[in-house]
């Protein structure tokens, strides 16, 4: 897998960091596992840091994950989902305005301190 998944050191959030090429299977892999362990955990909070690896899906795989993909995996639309890319790296943007659109709280940051700061804000998402 290209990727790593774990719970931050204080428990709030979950990080899943890419390793390898963004693609649609790997973002379906990603957010079944994110489900289980909201199912398990509680834990709406996740953080997915692709810092050196950019977004591979075509627009129209973009809109599948966030508008069929993600809602058949079942993940709850209260989640807090942080993405945290290479400063200059906007290939993740797009997947932040089709997950709004879709009714997720996504963002992208350039600065792990500012996205650790927005996934703790206060209450829903």
């Keep these: 897998m290209p990727y790593k ?8 959030f979950i990080i899943g960091t890419v ?3 963004l693609t649609r299977d790997t973002a379906q892999q990603l957010a079944k596992e994110y489900y289980a ?4 955990t509680g834990i709406k909070r996740i953080l997915n840091d692709v810092r050196g690896v950019r ?16 809602q058949a995996i079942g993940l709850p ?10 400063e200059g790296d906007r290939s993740h943007h797009f997947q932040e305005t089709v997950a709004h659109n879709a009714g997720y ?16 804000k206060s209450k829903a998402c």
């Design 5 to 12: 998944i774990e719970l931050s050191e204080d428990g709030t």
């Design 19 to 21: 390793t390898g090429p």
């Design 37 to 40: 362990i909201i199912e398990s």
């Design 55 to 70: 977004d591979a899906m075509s627009t129209i795989s973009s809109y599948d994950y966030a508008y069929k993909d993600v």
């Design 77 to 86: 639309r209260d989640i807090r989902a942080a993405i945290l890319a290479d």
């Design 105 to 120: 709280l996504v963002k992208v940051f350039h600065s792990y301190p500012q996205a650790v700061a927005w996934l703790a």
